[in-house]
Nanobody, 117 residues
């Protein structure tokens, strides 16, 4: 099994920055990549960014490209999401998830990010 725990959410004004962390433990060898997702009230969960666990290859949703940066520290088994120039539309619960070769099988409990205008 794999455990995923997010932290770092909070309240920030528009234009501000916030960093999220995702601590991963357990059978990490089963993980191919880590992703960040978010879900705003009344909306479906959407993909934000992902990074491969070994090579560090990154990919972003168009809505956050140029503002968000995903990174990982393999020594600490931690994935980060640095969010800059935040907008009210970024308000959501942010989830970290571990993907095996077949699916996003491991999910955290989520952390709330609120951006005030």
């Amino acid at each position: 099994q794999v455990q995923v725990v997010e932290s770092g959410g909070g309240l920030v004004q528009a234009g501000g920055s916030l960093g999220l962390s995702c601590a991963v433990s357990g059978r990490i060898s089963t993980i191919y990549l880590m992703g960040w997702f978010r879900q705003a009230p009344g909306k479906e969960r959407e993909f934000v960014a992902r990074i491969t666990w070994s090579g560090g290859s990154e990919y972003y949703a168009d809505s956050v490209k140029g503002r968000f940066t995903i990174s990982r520290d393999n020594a600490k088994n931690t994935v980060y999401l640095q969010m800059n120039n935040l907008e009210p539309g970024d308000t959501a619960v942010y989830y970290c998830a571990g993907r095996t070769l077949s699916s996003y099988a491991y999910w955290g409990q989520g952390t709330q990010v609120t951006v005030s205008s």
